[in-house]
């Protein structure tokens, strides 16, 4: 029964960074109902994963607001947007210190990638203004990276 849990919640997770990455493309925003249901889902995983809730997810949620008050700190100086602030602080929920500081390296590479491709693009377009990025692709590119990383483990090499 955990096993399905926990591997439904990753499912779930999945779908929504799908959701949250094409969403952002074609729309420039990710919903906050979307953020909320990865936040929300981030428990009954923590369930399955037979950690306590004192100190484990209790830390683990302290872990989560300290990031959303760093990333709203660079939202309110205009450097992210509103919804890519919420879903990597919901995503803060799933994955420990470590991991989360690769997810934020992979999202940053990811996200240097695609700005350097959609400027490249807009200047062969001869386009006015500033390319919007919809870093929504780059978080749940990183997210995929690190979501993987057991799975591809677990086969002998």
């Known amino acids: ?13 999945a779908l929504l960074l799908i ?3 094409v969403g952002d493309v ?7 109902w979307l953020c909320l249901a990865v936040a ?9 994963s037979g950690a306590a809730f004192w100190p ?13 008050a760093g990333l709203a700190a660079l939202f309110a100086i205009g ?35 695609l700005t350097l491709a959609l400027l490249v693009r807009h200047r062969v377009a001869r386009a006015e203004g500033r390319p919007e990025i919809p870093y929504g692709l780059a978080i749940a590119a990183g997210a995929f990276l690190i ?3 057991p799975l591809v483990k677990q086969f002998p090499a």
């Open 56 to 68: 484990g997810f209790l830390w683990q949620a302290g872990f989560a607001v300290a990031v959303f």
């Open 1 to 13: 029964m955990v096993d399905w849990v926990s591997w439904g919640s990753l499912a779930t997770l």
């Open 79 to 113: 450097v992210m947007g509103g919804g890519d602030v919420k879903l990597l602080a919901a995503l803060a929920l799933w994955f420990p210190p470590r991991a989360y500081l690769e997810l934020m390296m992979l999202v940053a590479v990811a996200g240097g990638l």
């Open 26 to 32: 074609r729309r420039f925003t990710i919903p906050n």
């Open 147 to 149: 979501l993987a990383e």
């Open 19 to 21: 959701v949250a990455a």
């Open 40 to 48: 929300l889902l981030s428990l009954p995983y923590w369930w399955a």
